[in-house]
Nanobody, 123 residues
């Protein structure tokens, strides 16, 4: 069974940094795109960042310049390095796998999802 295991969430002050990790198990995702999404209470899930199999990246305007997505195919893991965090970044963050090689911000095109990890940014 495919599993995406997320870690690294927590509480951080505004302006601080946090690194999220997502390890995939049950399949090898080295040839597929991976992405990060987030969802705040009462709001729809939104795109954050995505990375292709050959490290092409795409970011939402709200996080561009502050967040960096990367992957380690040998470890079947994707990372999200977050810096200059703002209270509005507070959300549950989800990693996802798209069974294609190219990136897309459309959450409907992703096939597998993690359970999410909470990120809370205090003011």
């Amino acid at each position: 069974q495919v599993q995406l295991v997320e870690s690294g969430g927590g509480l951080v002050q505004a302006g601080g940094s946090l690194r999220l990790s997502c390890a995939a198990a049950g399949h090898t995702f080295s040839r597929y795109a991976m992405g990060w999404f987030r969802q705040a209470p009462g709001k729809e899930r939104e795109f954050v960042a995505a990375i292709s199999w050959n490290n092409s990246t795409y970011y939402a305007d709200s996080v561009k310049g502050r967040f960096t997505i990367s992957r380690d195919n040998a470890k079947n893991t994707v990372y999200l390095q977050m810096s200059s965090l703002k209270p509005e970044d507070t959300a549950v963050y989800y990693c996802a796998v798209r069974l294609r090689s190219a990136v897309t911000p459309n959450l409907n095109e992703y096939d597998y999802w993690g359970q999410g990890t909470q990120v809370t940014v205090s003011s």
